[in-house]
C-alpha cells in the first residue's frame, strides 16, 4: 500500500453529480468517515456491478457513521450510470484525473488493455454483471483503471488504500468493514461458474 498523502490529495476538487458545484475532496471526510470507490467508467459493465455489490454495505455503514461516495473520472455515462440506480451514495467526477494520479490509479495503454480486459477476473465480474442483468458499453476513457480510498474522520488516517492491478479487482466486502472496524449483514453475490459461454461473449 503506498503512502497517501491526504493532505495533497484531499485539496484537489470534484464536481458534485447532483449539483455539479465543485468541493474539496477533504470536505467528504471532515466530520465522518468516508469510503471512497473510484470507478473507471461509468458506463463499463464490470464497474457497475462493483457498484451494486458495494452499496449493500450502504445501510450498514450508514447505521456506523460512515459515507459511502462514488467517484468517476469523467462526466461521460453519468446521467446513464445515476438512472440505472448502480450506486447507493453520493457520486462525483473527478474532471481533471488528479485524484486517481495522486492516488496511483493506474492507465493502461492500448497494448496493456487488451490482455487485462480478457483476464479471468474480468470475466468472471462481467458474467456475474450479466446474470444480474447489469449491461454496461464501450463508451469514454477506457484506459483508466480504479480502485478504493477508506479514510479515517478528519482526515486522521488512510483505513485502506486499494489499486486495481486488472479492471476485475475489487475489495471483498468484508475487507472494507474490516478495515472500518465495523460489522455488516451484506452477502456478496454469488461467483457464477466461469465457462466459454459466459465469459467468451
Partial sequence: MAKVDLVKVGNNLLKSGETGKSVELLSLWQDQPVVLFFLRRFGCQVCRWMATEIS????????????????????????????????????????????????????????????????????????????EGIQGNFSGD????GGMLIVAKGGEKVLMHFIQDSPGD??????????????????????????????TR
Fill in 56 to 131: 449493500k454495505l450502504e445501510p450498514d455503514l450508514r447505521a456506523n457513521g460512515v459515507a459511502l461516495v462514488g467517484v468517476g473520472p469523467e462526466e461521460f455515462g453519468l446521467k446513464e450510470f445515476k438512472e440505472g440506480g448502480f450506486f447507493k451514495g453520493p457520486v462525483y467526477v473527478d474532471e481533471h484525473k488528479k485524484i486517481y494520479k495522486d492516488l496511483g490509479f493506474k492507465r493502461y495503454t492500448a497494448l496493456s488493455l487488451v490482455p487485462a480486459a480478457l483476464g479471468k477476473k474480468v470475466r468472471e465480474a462481467a458474467s456475474k454483471a450479466s446474470a
Fill in 142 to 145: 477506457l484506459l483508466q483503471s
Fill in 170 to 199: 475489487h475489495l471483498a466486502l468484508e475487507d472494507i468493514c474490516k478495515a472500518l472496524g465495523i460489522s455488516a449483514n451484506a452477502k456478496a453475490g454469488q461467483m457464477p461458474v466461469c465457462n466459454d459461454d459466459v465469459c
